[in-house]
């Protein structure tokens, strides 16, 4: 079991490129996420002072 899992993260010696893949685009969609989300933050934070 333990050695099936080693080859299949192996990927016949294409999983470091696959897994980096992997998380070159979850750090993509986060950063999807986190920036809107911060600059809303920031855009009530400047409209709260305004009041």
Known sequence: MKLA???FF???G???YVF???ACVLIFLL???FIPWRRWQQYL???N???
């Open 20 to 22: 980096s893949a992997y």
């Open 31 to 33: 950063a999807q996420w």
């Open 49 to 51: 002072k305004l009041l």
């Open 14 to 16: 294409y999983g470091g």
């Open 5 to 7: 899992l080693l080859h």
């Open 10 to 12: 192996a990927m016949g």
């Open 45 to 47: 934070r400047r409209q």
